[in-house]
C-alpha cells in the first residue's frame, strides 16, 4: 500500500478535483462538489485549534484547511512523494513532517486535536480496534477528532475500476500508467463505526452525505 501511495502520489489530487479518470461527467461532478462543501461546513465549524496531528495528510487538501485555526500541525504519512507536495502546496513552517508508517509509528506526546482524511478505510478490519485506542491515546481529554471518508458508491472511483466484493478487504487500483496495486480498502456503517469510537472512549457523531461520504467529528471523553 506504501508502493501504491508513492506511485500515486503525482496523480493523486485527480481523484479528488474529478479530472481525467474519474470525470465522470458535470452531473455527477456537481454532486461531488456539493457534498464536499457540505463536509467543509462541519470541518470548519468544528474550529480544529491549538496542536494538531494530522494522519496520512496526503497532497495537503486538508493540511492547508487546518492551518486556518491550529497552531502547529504535526503530519505523519508514509509517503516521501506525498509529504514533498502537501510541503509545495502548504508552504508553512507551522506544519511538521513526520515520514513514518502508521502501522508502526507511535504518538510521543498527546494533542488538542487530531485528523484524518481517507486513511481509516485503508485500516485493516483486524486492526482497528488498535488503531482507535491509538488515537485516543494521542488525544488530550477533551481534544477533537474529526475524520473523513468513502462511503459505498461505484462512481467514487475511476471510469476503469471497480470496488471489491462486500466480503473483500482488498481492492485492486490502477494508475493512469496501467500498473497495478493491491490495497486495502473497507466501507463502514455508521452505527458500527461510531461504536467503535465509544468503545475508544471517543464521542464521535458520524454523518453521511447524500452519495458519497462518510464523516466524523467529536472529542475524547
Given at each position: 500500500?506504501?508502493?501504491?501511495?508513492?506511485?500515486?502520489?503525482p496523480?493523486?489530487?485527480?481523484?479528488?478535483?474529478?479530472?481525467?479518470?474519474?470525470?465522470?461527467?458535470p452531473?455527477?461532478?456537481?454532486?461531488?462538489?456539493?457534498?464536499?462543501?457540505?463536509?467543509?461546513?462541519?470541518?470548519?465549524?468544528?474550529?480544529m485549534?491549538?496542536?494538531?496531528?494530522?494522519?496520512?495528510p496526503?497532497?495537503?487538501?486538508?493540511?492547508?484547511?487546518?492551518?486556518?485555526?491550529?497552531?502547529?500541525?504535526?503530519a505523519?504519512?508514509a509517503?516521501?512523494?506525498?509529504?514533498?507536495?502537501?510541503q509545495?502546496?502548504?508552504?508553512?513552517?507551522?506544519?511538521?513532517?513526520?515520514?513514518?508508517?502508521?502501522?508502526?509509528?507511535?504518538?510521543?506526546?498527546?494533542?488538542?486535536?487530531?485528523?484524518?482524511?481517507?486513511?481509516?478505510?485503508?485500516?485493516?478490519?483486524?486492526?482497528?480496534?488498535?488503531?482507535?485506542?491509538?488515537?485516543?491515546?494521542?488525544?488530550?481529554?477533551?481534544g477533537?477528532?474529526f475524520?473523513?471518508?468513502?462511503?459505498?458508491?461505484?462512481?467514487t472511483?475511476?471510469?476503469?475500476?471497480?470496488?471489491?466484493?462486500?466480503?473483500?478487504?482488498?481492492?485492486?487500483?490502477k494508475?493512469?500508467?496501467?500498473?497495478?496495486?493491491?490495497?486495502?480498502?473497507?466501507?463502514?456503517?455508521p452505527?458500527?463505526?461510531?461504536?467503535?469510537?465509544?468503545?475508544?472512549?471517543?464521542?464521535?457523531?458520524?454523518?453521511?452525505?447524500?452519495?458519497?461520504?462518510?464523516?466524523?467529528?467529536?472529542?475524547?471523553?
Open positions: 500500500m506504501v508502493d501504491y501511495y508513492r506511485a500515486r502520489a496523480e493523486y489530487d485527480e481523484w479528488w478535483q474529478r479530472q481525467g479518470r474519474y470525470d465522470r461527467g452531473e455527477h461532478n456537481a454532486r461531488w462538489f456539493a457534498e464536499i462543501e457540505e463536509v467543509l461546513a462541519d470541518f470548519d465549524a468544528l474550529q485549534s491549538g496542536d494538531v496531528l494530522e494522519l496520512a496526503g497532497t495537503g487538501n486538508w493540511t492547508q484547511r487546518l492551518l486556518a485555526t491550529a497552531d502547529m500541525v504535526t505523519v504519512d509517503s516521501i512523494e506525498m509529504i514533498a507536495l502537501n509545495a502546496r502548504v508552504q508553512s513552517d507551522r506544519v511538521s513532517y513526520v515520514l513514518a508508517d502508521l502501522f508502526a509509528w507511535q504518538p510521543e506526546r498527546q494533542y488538542d486535536a487530531i485528523c484524518f482524511g481517507f486513511w481509516l478505510s485503508h485500516v485493516p478490519l483486524e486492526r482497528m480496534d488498535a488503531f482507535w485506542r491509538i488515537v485516543a491515546k494521542a488525544l488530550r481529554p477533551g477533537k477528532v475524520f473523513i471518508d468513502n462511503l459505498r458508491e461505484a462512481t472511483t475511476s471510469v476503469d475500476q471497480h470496488l471489491p466484493p462486500v466480503d473483500s478487504q482488498i481492492m485492486t487500483r494508475l493512469n500508467d496501467g500498473r497495478t496495486f493491491q490495497i486495502v480498502k473497507n466501507y463502514f456503517d452505527a458500527a463505526l461510531a461504536a467503535q469510537c465509544r468503545a475508544a472512549d471517543l464521542q464521535v457523531t458520524v454523518k453521511t452525505t447524500t452519495n458519497y461520504f462518510i464523516y466524523g467529528l467529536g472529542q475524547r471523553s
